[in-house]
């Protein structure tokens, strides 16, 4: 059973519209949440971290986390083409070993 | 700049070599990781340490080796026995207590020619 597990999409929204990503994790007591976003051909850089329940904005990015029911998830308001990318959803553990998911593929329509 | 340093950002190894790729930070992080991805994949761990001269296998570790002498320098050496190496090579470095976030070099492309 994968332990980080996202819909690889592609997911496609239009200029301005929220892209709403989503992240279901497998260890109950996984302890820090983090979405990534990966750019084709480049590194992962860190967008938002998440380490209780409920939500966290950071300008037009909210995470959400409900640790009850293992599920993560990324909004992102007014979305811009500059937003298509990949997102990484990553868990850690407690042996703060960092575990990813296979991303969601993200499509802004100008 | 703090950051992460990897090194090169393209390499070409011949079949039955071994290859090292360098990894440095000066973010004064005590844990450092090695991951690879595969086109269309999400990032699998070969290593990781959480101290110096210490280190722990990850999920496809067979065919990889690693060392840390020195907290800022993690470098990674694929082997001759890792059959399937070509992939993009990433390193990340974390302060290594909960809930800190890891952030990761620009990457190496290894392609086995």
């Known amino acids: 059973q994968k332990e980080v597990e996202q819909n690889s999409g592609p997911l496609s929204v239009p200029e301005g519209a929220i892209a709403s990503l989503n992240c279901t994790y497998s260890d109950r007591v996984s302890q820090s949440f983090f979405w990534y976003r990966q750019y084709s051909g480049k590194s992962p850089e860190l967008i938002m971290s998440?380490?209780?329940?409920g939500d966290k904005e950071d300008g037009r990015f909210t995470a959400q986390l409900n640790k009850a029911s293992q599920y993560v998830s990324l909004l992102i308001r007014d979305s811009q083409p500059s937003d298509s990318a990949t997102y990484l959803c990553?868990?850690?553990?407690?042996?703060?070993?960092?575990?990813f998911g296979t991303g969601t593929s993200l499509t802004v329509i100008p | 700049d703090g950051g992460i340093t990897q090194s090169p950002k393209y390499l070409f190894r011949k079949e039955g070599q071994n290859v090292t790729l360098s990894c440095e930070q000066n973010l004064n992080h005590d844990a450092m990781y090695w991951y690879r991805q595969d086109p269309g994949q999400g990032l699998r761990l070969i290593y990781y340490s959480q101290i110096v001269n210490d280190f722990q296998k990850g999920d496809i570790a067979e065919g990889y080796s690693v060392s840390r002498e020195k907290k800022e320098s993690f470098p990674l050496t694929v082997t001759s026995a890792q059959k399937n190496p070509t992939a993009f090579y990433l390193c990340?470095?974390?302060?290594?207590?909960?809930?800190?976030?890891?952030?990761f070099g620009q990457g190496t492309r290894l392609t086995v020619v």
């Open positions: 990553a868990v850690t553990n407690t042996g703060n070993q960092f575990y």
């Open positions: 990340a470095s974390s302060q290594g207590s909960m809930n800190t976030e890891a952030f």
């Open positions: 998440i380490y209780s329940n």
